[in-house]
């Protein structure tokens, strides 16, 4: 590994400073990635900037509004751990959960997991479902967007230079709302996901019609695929509505073959998971909150 | 080559020493303090040989910088036992016959405490669930399971 | 537990604590990257990035010039190695293939293959420089599978090789088969055109590696006398002391080589990567040199053991196997040595059966050279056979265990190799997964299935020696020289404690360096308990013999006027005088000095062992994948000394079955380059993965041994993937011939992704 300088600021106003001076410069949140990409000379620094310091980017709480404003720093184990999260937002704690295993969910944060933008992240296709925003931040100002807008290709994210991501927003779910993350993986832990699906719907108040349904898939494409259902709307949430979901899944998945799973296996992933998935979101919407 | 001061408590103990940023908790742990109880086996997050319980949680000693420590509080297997006392959790894995090599035994301890420190009761699904971050090779986790099942037991007729 | 005919022990048979384990628990225990010499300094291997290539130059004048660089070796620096074959125990090596793998000379023939090494102050400067050697390569087309490599137009890997054939005589057209061999009895064809019904099929495993979590490291210090010292972890000091030996042309005895504790092996630490090349750097740099390897160089540049392909025709007839012909082709890696002979020699032991044609081929391929792994050449072998003897049952609609049970060798029946059978477990072991609670209890519900298998292993001898101190308070030192990898020192403990007629708390066992105890082959094929058990009877006896000779010294008796029995001698002319083992002890230095005993020995007799299995499964059809619901595991031990570290090595062997029948491969692309080289790719399984492994000990003791021993770790390894795959195929209707039986195959093959 290359010799680096490391910074921990307190604030952000800090981290400005040490940005645009011709460095290579890298942001380290829990670290469990990019420490072993410097290790393995997958990515190079002059500075690495340790973003734990600052208390705004570690730190999650609901806002007035029932936002969860979660820092793009804060380690996944405090976030699902919370009693507040798990009731509200079980969906996010599907994928929280899944990251690693204890020991890297102690320190990987949602912010580093969104900014490696891997197509297999599990963080990704959960909050698209869910409906979250990023802010991202720079010194001239801040600026908010889907998290479905962030990825640009593998391993590239809408950051521009000396751009950070700060936080991750997720709104108030609507009611009779159920959300619901799942992947694959050939072992039961520790494993990076074949194929993954998150699934949001939302009941009308007093049947089983879908008032709206969001589906977001990940390992099936260069980034997470987010599947058009605008025709499932109106539907009953019945079996037959369900396997549709699935058909225009698998329709959707634009999957490679690689070292970790294969074209056919994953297309069939994709229907699988998502009808899955939309079962336990429709489950969890009929529960009482 | 600059050098970064960090101050620590290290087994209860306050501890300061000098490290390159790019040196690694596990590194630093094993080269520079000579406590080579942690253990490497992937050096990328994948085995939890280097598992230390780092402000009351579980890590990879492998995927922490030592300059990031600054301030924390590190327990390594080394302040596990007090003296001949053995933790419970230690004990057990004796008992049980729970380490065959043992070089990944370490880790599991560790493990195995930060889940018990939270949980004292946890049933042997959660038990496999936590300890999925941690490989052991040879002895097909069996007796591990149930040495931390017996810690466990062992740990509540103590407080009883 | 099933036990046959097993006289009553005080030792043998519990359960203490093992000797080394509060160390272990504690983080005390020194491993192979632990020792920390005073001034040591840190050295890296470079390696080729290709699979195939040769080597124009190497250029490691800007590495020397790399701040902090204390020195470089490459192949140069070693003394021509000799073109011969050295036994090391669990295989045989040719010395000059194996100074090769060390550091190539001429080609390179894997990725991953060393190259040259730096030693420099830090272990990152030490990276940085090697990154500076610049080697220019001829790169050539590799192959990489061993239907390829077989092809008469397939690159050669070396273009002086011919096949050795039967009786010594080799091909007239160079080749990368190295080896090629077969065993006959009866007549196969025959057989097969008389049998009731005939399966054919042909299989395809993986190459899979040990998976141990201690990479290999090794601390080398050439003195200033010339003496080298080599700390490390290995399955036999002595082995790497008589290699270190060959490769750098230096008498035995200058070279001391201090076992560290070992972090596992199975078979995949008998050979030597690193120690000659540190102790070359520590001559160079005038310091200690500590040389690592991190996980990816471990599965890169290590011995993991062969992918194979295996035809098998089977023909059963009157409900019992008649008559097998079978073909087996294992990639041996870079240089020769697959265990082929081994698959071929235990394929079909579980059997009694007359017609018999197996053809096997050691093949060399663009892949780390193998080593040994866990049963070596058996897993695959009878993931053919036992998947074979299955569909044979099931279509004949007889019990598999029960066909398994009508064909069943036992004492008499010749193996292949001709050789009959002593008293062996197998009928036992059959008989006790018949009545298993598991067995006889229902499975039930959709995409769930059984599968049985069994496996045998022949369980090693060879040599050991060993000596036993008496102190004057009683206590005894016990010196031996095998690597306890999994809890020896405790069985061997237990066997001198039984012997003696003392607690076992009285033994402190060490595993001495290689200057303090006399050879000692390498901890393999299961030999340690069974073999170093016998130099601890031995040495036992001899200690005994002693000190009856100084209680007939005190008596005034002859030795033969003197019993010993449940720790107490006893004069035979006068029955009042009698001396516990402890008083007597204490007479050491006034009936002629201190008390010691010793053994040397060969030891003949190890005894196989059989095993059966029995798993049932559910499989998702929607993903693929394959859930362990319940296993269990039925092994012959002859006599468990220590129960529980007999039921830890079938357990593991078991779990490592499962990891190489569901998810564990080499994968490669086509420039033989390896895509999974990490933990977090290569899915051996985690905790989460599997079930508890209820390990059913069987005892028929061994006739061989004087506590009825047989070997444990090996056998248990081999069932799993054919049990597996036999009840895969009973929950999907399916028949697997390739493993792993990840979910990507099971999808792709059961619906073709549908």
Redesign the interface.
Known sequence: MEAFDYVAPRTLDEVYGHLNNGKRTLFMAGGTDVIVQLREGRRECDLLIDLKRIEQLTSYAFDSEGTLVIGAAAPLARIYEDVDVRRRLPGLVDAASLIGGIQIQSRASLGGNLCNASPAADSSPALIALGATLVIASVSGRREIPVEEFFLGPGRNALEPGELLVEVRIPAQPPRSGTRYLRFIPRNEMDIAVASAGVRVQLAPDSDTLESVRIALGAVGPTVKVVDVTSLAGRTADSATIEEAGRLAAEVATPIDDMRGSIIQRRKLARVLTIRAMEGAIERAKEIR | MTRTHVETRLNGVERDFLCEPRQSLLEVLRDELGLTGTKEGCNNGNCGACSVILDGRIVNSCCVLAVEIEGQDLQTIEGVAHGDQLHPLQSAFLDEAALQCGICTPGFIMASKALLDREPDADEARIRHWLAGNLCRCTGYDKIVRAVRRAETAMEEMNA | MTTIERPAYKVIGS?P??P???E????????A??P?PQGVVFGKILRSPHAHARIVSIDTSEAERHPGVLGIVTAADFPQAEDKVQDLGEGAVNLRELSDNILASEKVLYRGHAIAAVAAAS??EA??AAQKIRVEYEVLTPVTNVLDAMREDAPLLNETRHTKMMGGQHSERPSNIAAYNQFKAGDADAGLAESDLVVEREFTTSMVH??????QSSTASWNADGTITIWTSTQGAFVVRAQVAEVLRIPVARIKVIPM??????GGKIPIYLDPVAALLSKKSGRPVKLSM??TEVFEGTGPTSGTVISVKAGAKDGKLHAVQATLRYEAGAYPGSPVGAGAMTMLAPYDLEHVEIHTFDVVVNKPKTSAYRAPGSPAAAFAMESVVDELARTLKIDPLQFRLNSASKEGTKQVTGVPFARIGNEEVLNTAMTHPHYTAPIEGPYRGRGVASGYWFNGGMQSSVVVAVNPDGTVNLVEGSTD???TRASLAMQLAETLSIPYDAIRPIVADTDSIGHNDVTGGSRTTVASGMAVYQAGQDVIREMSSRAARLWSVTPEDVSYEDGVFHCLKDSTKELTFKELAAQGARTGGPIAGRASLVARGAGGAFGTHIVDVEVDP????TTILRYTAVQDVGTAI?P??V???I??????GIGWA??EEF?YDENGRM??S????Y????????P??DAVIVEVPNPGHPYGVRGVGEVPIVPPLAAIANAVADATGHRFTQLPL???RL??EL????
Do not use: C, W
Request: zero cysteines; a negative charge.
């Open positions: 359960r604590v093992r080394d384990g509060v272990k628990v504690t983080g005390k225990a020194q491993y990257a632990d920390r272990p990152h990276e940085a040990q998976g141990y979590i201690e990479p504790e070992i972090g596992g092996g199975f991190n996980r990898i999994g809890g929607g993903t693929g994948k220590h529980s570290y039921e830890g090595q357990q593991g062997g078991v779990v490592q569901l998810n994968v895509l999974n990490s933990f977090l790719d899915r051996m399984p985690t905790a989460l993965d599997v508890l492994i990840s979910p990507r999808i792709e619906d073709g992704g549908d």
